[in-house]
C-alpha cells in the first residue's frame, strides 16, 4: 500500500503556514523552514520539522505520483486560497 501524505508538500508560503499554524506548531524546530525547507537538496537526511524527531523522515525518497492525485492535490490548494 502506497500513502500520499502530502503534508509537507508545496509552495514555500504553504509549509511556512503549516509550521506557523498547526497544533504542533510550538514543538517545531524554529529555525527549519530556513536550514532545511529552503536549501533542500535529495541527500539530505533528518528531514522532520519537530524537534527530535529525525528518525521520522529520514530521508526523501523519490516516486512518481499518480497524475490523478496529483490532480486533486492542486485543486485543493486552489480552492484553500479562495476561502
Do not use: T
Amino acid at each position: 500500500i502506497k500513502l500520499y501524505h502530502f503534508s509537507f508538500a508545496g509552495k514555500d508560503d504553504r509549509i511556512l503556514n503549516k509550521l506557523e499554524h498547526f497544533s504542533h506548531s510550538h514543538e517545531m524546530d524554529s529555525d527549519w523552514f530556513e536550514r532545511v525547507w529552503k536549501k533542500w537538496i535529495p541527500e539530505m537526511a533528518d528531514l522532520h520539522p519537530h524537534q527530535g524527531a529525525g528518525h521520522i523522515f529520514k530521508k526523501a525518497i523519490p516516486f512518481q505520483c499518480p497524475e490523478e492525485i496529483r490532480e486533486r492535490f492542486y485543486q485543493d490548494q486552489q480552492e484553500l486560497k479562495n476561502i
